[in-house]
Structures are given as C-alpha cells and as structure tokens.
C-alpha cells in the first residue's frame, strides 16, 4: 500500500527560527514529489521535485529529494507569521489521473 | 489565472439527508477531484473525473457517488449523510497529462449532525 508520512505532525517556533519538515514514503512506480502550502484556504502548489539531490529553492523556503532514503526535506529559513501553515508532501506515481498521495501534512506555526 | 469555486464554505446536515457539493472550475480542466480533509489523515482521494461522465474511485468511495455532465462541474453527493462524513471536503483539478499541479477550491466544512 502506497504510504506519504510527514513530521513532525505539527510545530511551533519564534520568527527567524529555521524550520525542516521532513516527508518520507513508500510508494511503487515514484514519478516526482510534490509540496503545498495550505493556509485558511485551498493547497497552494510550492515545489514538485523528481531529481535527487537537487534543490529547489524560492525566497526562503527550499526543498530537496533523496530518492535513495526516499525522502524529501523542506526548509524555511528567518521564518515570518505568515509562513504559519499546514504543509502538505505528496507524492506522484504512475501515469494517469489517480496518482497523488498526499501526507498527513505538518502544522506550522510561527510565533512573534 | 485558475479559479476554482465550490458551491458552499460551510454546511451543516442532519444524518439521513442526502447532501450536494458542487465544484465549478474555469480553467477547461480535464481532470477534476474530490477530496475529504481530516485531521491526522490528511488528504484522501474519493472519486476523480478525467472527462465528462467518466468516473473513477479513488480511496475512500464509500458513501459518495458523483456526477460530472459538463466539463466545468463536478458534484460530489452523500446519498444519505452520516455523523462520520463531517470533514472538510476540497475540490481540485488539472490538465490531463499534468496532473502533479492541481488547482484546489477553497473547500466546504460538512458538519453532519
């Protein structure tokens, strides 16, 4: 059964604190890993990762993939309030249009 | 820019009613999705459309049918709703072919009492 697990499950830091999410899974047929960022609203699309090793970077928040430990790693550094979110891991697989597997998210919040 | 609307941001039912969620998207989305949000599960898939009457399970089919006769809408129905489906339910959907970028509605929070 394909599995996304995230953690921690939820978090709480001060502004300008560094944070790493951490994303693992177990899945057959991996095409690529996706982040979201989910406020008040919907998931917002963040980072889709397919290739180990390489960073994906945007402002603050940089994300990698290590297919070997099949996992995936987020970072925000100098955090803000308004990184406070839930982020959500999932991860793709197959072709078709059944194929994202989504984690239990981690909750952030960011204190002043 | 992609919209996707969803026809309610909170509802509440009482069990045994058979309740309609609708999701509207404008961006000529092949694929559209049903999803139920709850807290320490995460997102779990329950039908997805990839074209106008064509459906398919995803994860979490029990107690849901949908219906999708235009391109545009997706309906997810609670034939007769039960006190286990208050969830907060999301719509999304993407191109066929680019599926991994789906575009989510801002969600319905379905309390059943």
């Known amino acids: 059964e394909d599995k996304v697990v995230q953690s921690p499950l939820s978090l709480v830091v001060h502004e300008g604190d560094t944070v790493t999410l951490n994303c693992s899974y177990e899945?057959?047929?991996?095409?690529?890993l996706l982040w979201y960022k989910q406020e008040k609203k919907a998931p917002t699309f963040l980072f889709m990762l397919?290739?180990?090793?390489i960073e994906k970077k945007s402002g603050r928040l940089s994300s990698i993939l290590d297919k070997k430990e099949l996992s995936s790693i987020l970072n925000i550094t100098a955090t803000q309030t308004g990184d406070s979110a839930i982020y959500l891991c999932?991860?793709?697989?197959?072709?078709?249009?059944?194929?994202?597997?989504f984690g239990t998210g981690t909750r952030l919040t960011v204190i002043p | 820019d992609v919209k996707v609307t969803q026809s309610s941001r909170y509802l509440v039912k009482r069990t045994g009613e058979k309740v309609f969620l609708e999701c509207v998207q404008d961006m000529d989305h092949e694929n559209m999705f049903w999803y139920r949000q709850d807290p320490g599960l995460g997102l779990r898939l329950i039908y997805f459309?990839?074209?106008?009457?064509?459906?398919e399970k995803g994860d979490i089919p029990e107690g849901y049918s949908v219906s999708r006769e235009k391109k545009e809408r997706f309906s997810l129905i609670l034939e007769s709703a039960s006190t286990n489906q208050t969830s907060m339910y999301l719509c999304?959907?993407?191109?066929?072919?680019?599926?991994?970028?789906?575009?989510f509605g801002p969600g319905t929070r379905l309390t059943v009492t």
């Open positions: 459309s990839y074209d106008v009457k064509m459906k």
């Open positions: 999304a959907s993407g191109l066929a072919g680019v599926s991994y970028e789906q575009y």
């Open positions: 899945v057959t047929n991996f095409r690529s």
């Open positions: 397919t290739s180990s090793g």
């Open positions: 999932a991860v793709l697989v197959r072709t078709g249009a059944n194929n994202l597997f």
